[in-house]
């Protein structure tokens, strides 16, 4: 049965949302957290696995430096408290993806606490997002369920498990109830995870490709009368794998949970499920509390103990967060508000970036990855890095245009032939012969053959009318096969019509 809804805006306004997330962001360490079995993304299932992974009697965890390192540094983007002595728990509870029966968790004493982030919206205004915990765990692995529609488990007929995933160092960063957000809610909460993944990636400590499972999210939301009110009773929507997603969640949760509680109902703490195909959440179980998993310290593993010296020097490696950076490369590339953010929500910042570095000019570069290469991204349902064309070849194709070897459309025509694997822009334009014509004379006997031709232009033309001017430079790059410059042409032109 469809799920009855309040219009959104109706919702907020009778309604004060408290959402909260707990983004779950896996390390990409070479090795899992608690044994050397070695980690690569889409493996032969079941191959990267020790007796530790496998949870087998007698196995005993041993923890990996490098992802409390990695820990750390995220601890210290996101303004936390570092504890020097935190302690590892099992989470007790079974999935059959979880070949120990307990998960190797944080509890009472995590790494990280007690710290926030400030979030940048489209127009500007800054949020502050309160962090509760960045703790340290390990994840499961993955159930392919199979006969039933969309790999779901309904209607599946049985089930396969690959444990490679299990063991893998994850870090969840769960924030404080979120208040004050009102309508912009869904918002924010877009806008925190895609700061998170920003972050992750210039620590370089996570992929933090949500297509791949690298990074996913819980959304809990609940709603009461006022601000004064006691917080309402929460849902909990789990893995929710995209941006969108996310703040979809959150608009249709709000709108399901005004529609109860507007008829005098009760909303039912659970974990509910997102469905992308339907565009709706749909009913888990119900959600469990800390005191039912039956936390206890894991007696295989001492307190992991990081000194004020280690923190400190690693405090001092500290790269440039997304936010400066943004507001520095703004200045140099003498981009406006708009042009910043349109780069920032398209994921092109970095091959703009790149492209700069690789020889040519920011308004160039820009003009590559927010124009031609995104039209055609956008036509291929990808996203802009994992078009085959690099920055570097991107550069070449610019600054052959600024050198007049060629021109927007032979640009284009290149970049076309990159993109289908013909080399690179040079070898493209060798392969077929692209080349601006630079004969003065063969550009300016082309230009005299279009003005004879269209008397009626060139009398318009040279009545100081420069409107048709069009027509003649579309007739001389027919007649060069589109391999002139416009701006050359029209020189040509307008030096011939003044000669009468």
Not at 238 to 257: A, H, M
Not at 323 to 338: C, G, N, P, Q, T
Not at 448 to 475: H, T, W
Request: net charge negative.
């Amino acid at each position: 049965m469809a799920d009855t809804l309040m219009k959104f805006a109706d919702a907020v306004k009778k309604y004060d949302p408290v959402f909260g997330l707990e983004v779950h962001v896996e390390l990409s360490t070479n090795t899992k957290l608690f044994c050397p079995a070695h980690i690569e993304f889409g493996g032969e299932p079941n191959s990267q696995l020790t007796p530790v992974s496998l949870g087998l009697p007698g196995s005993l965890p041993v923890v990996n430096k490098t992802a409390i390192d990695y820990a750390v540094k995220l601890g210290l983007a996101l303004h936390c408290d570092i504890a020097e002595w935190s302690q590892f728990a099992r989470k007790n509870y079974f999935y059959p993806d979880m070949p120990r029966n307990y998960q190797i968790s944080q509890y009472d004493k995590p790494l990280n606490g007690n710290g926030y982030l400030d979030v940048e919206l489209d127009d500007g205004e800054i949020f502050r997002v309160p962090i509760e915990r960045a703790h340290v765990e390990d994840d499961a692995g993955k159930n392919t369920h199979v006969g039933g529609a969309d790999g779901r488990i309904e209607g599946a007929d049985h089930s396969l498990c690959d444990y490679n995933r299990a063991g893998v160092p994850l870090i969840e960063i769960v924030t404080k109830p979120v208040e004050g957000a009102g309508a912009r809610a869904a918002e924010i909460a877009g806008a925190y995870v895609r700061t998170i993944r920003d972050i992750v990636r210039a620590l370089n400590i996570s992929h933090a490709r949500m297509e791949q499972g690298n990074m996913r999210a819980d959304v809990n939301i609940s709603l009461r009368k006022t601000q004064q009110d006691p917080l309402g009773t929460r849902s909990e929507t789990k893995n929710v794998n995209s941006f969108k997603g996310i703040e979809k969640t959150l608009v249709y949760e709000i709108r399901r949970q005004a529609a109860i509680l507007d008829k005098g109902g009760e909303i039912l703490q659970e974990t509910r499920h997102w469905d992308e195909s339907t565009q709706t959440t749909a009913g888990g179980r119900v959600k469990s509390d800390a005191n039912d998993y039956r936390y206890f310290p894991d007696p295989d593993l001492v307190m992991v103990h990081v000194t004020k010296s280690h923190i400190e020097e690693l405090a001092a490696h500290m790269p440039e967060m997304p936010r400066e950076r943004r507001a520095r490369l703004k200045a140099e590339w003498k981009f406006s508000d708009l042009e910043m953010r349109d780069a920032v929500n398209a994921g092109a910042l970095d091959l703009i970036e790149e492209t700069v570095k690789a020889g040519t000019d920011a308004a160039g570069a820009r003009k590559w990855w927010m124009g031609e290469l995104s039209r055609i991204a956008n036509e291929q349902g990808v996203s802009l890095e994992e078009l085959s064309i690099t920055p570097h070849n991107v550069a070449d194709v610019q600054n052959m245009v600024t050198t007049g070897k060629l021109n927007d459309k032979l640009a284009k025509q290149t970049v076309a032939g990159v993109l289908a694997g013909e080399g690179t822009p040079a070898e493209v334009v060798a392969k077929h012969g692209y080349q601006v014509v630079s004969d003065d004379g063969a550009l300016e006997s082309a230009v005299v053959e279009a003005l004879d031709k269209n008397p009626d232009v060139a009398e318009k033309l040279r009545s100081g009318n420069m409107k048709p001017m069009g027509a003649i430079i579309g007739a001389v790059m027919r007649a060069t096969h589109g391999q002139a410059d416009a701006k050359a042409i029209s020189k040509i032109v307008i030096q011939k019509v003044r000669q009468g």
